[in-house]
C-alpha cells in the first residue's frame, strides 16, 4: 500500500528565523540557504550596523583623500608652471635684449610673451590632462 502525505492547505516552503545578526547572523542565514531554507527574519543588531557604517565611512573617506590629492597636484603643477612661465619670459627678454641686441619695442615683447604663454597653456593642458587620467 502507498504512503502519501495529504496537505490540506499548500504548505510554505520550510523556513528559518534568523534572529540576531552579526558575524553569526550572517553565517546562520548563509547555512540556511545551503540547505535550500528562506531565512525569513532577520533582526539586525548593533554588529551589522556598525559594519556596515565603517565600510560607508572608509569609502567616502577615501574618496576625499583621493580628490583632495588630485587638487593639491593640479594646484602644485599650475603654481610650477607659472613660475616657469615667468622665469622663462624673463631669460627670453634678457637674451633678445642683450645677446642679439634687439630694440626692446612694445611688438617685440608682445609676441614673446604670447609665443610664451602659448607653450605654457598647452603643457598645463597636457598635465592635467594626464593627472586626471592617472
Not at 32 to 41: F, H, I, Q, R
Not at 49 to 54: I, L, M, P, R, T
Request: aromatic share 2%.
Amino acid at each position: 500500500m502507498r504512503y502519501s502525505r495529504v496537505y490540506p492547505i499548500k504548505m510554505p516552503k520550510p523556513s528559518v528565523c534568523v534572529i540576531g545578526a552579526g558575524i553569526s547572523g550572517l553565517a546562520a542565514i548563509k547555512e540556511c540557504k545551503n540547505v535550500g531554507l528562506d531565512p525569513v527574519c532577520y533582526e539586525l543588531n548593533s554588529d551589522l550596523v556598525v559594519v556596515a557604517v565603517v565600510v560607508i565611512v572608509v569609502v567616502v573617506a577615501v574618496a576625499v583623500i583621493v580628490i583632495v590629492v588630485v587638487i593639491v597636484v593640479v594646484v602644485v603643477v599650475v603654481v610650477l608652471v607659472v613660475v616657469v612661465v615667468v622665469v622663462v619670459v624673463v631669460v627670453v627678454v634678457v637674451v633678445v635684449v642683450v645677446v642679439v641686441d634687439v630694440k626692446v619695442t612694445a611688438a617685440v615683447l608682445v609676441i614673446v610673451v604670447v609665443v610664451v604663454v602659448v607653450v605654457v597653456v598647452v603643457v598645463v593642458v597636457v598635465v592635467v590632462v594626464v593627472v586626471v587620467v592617472v
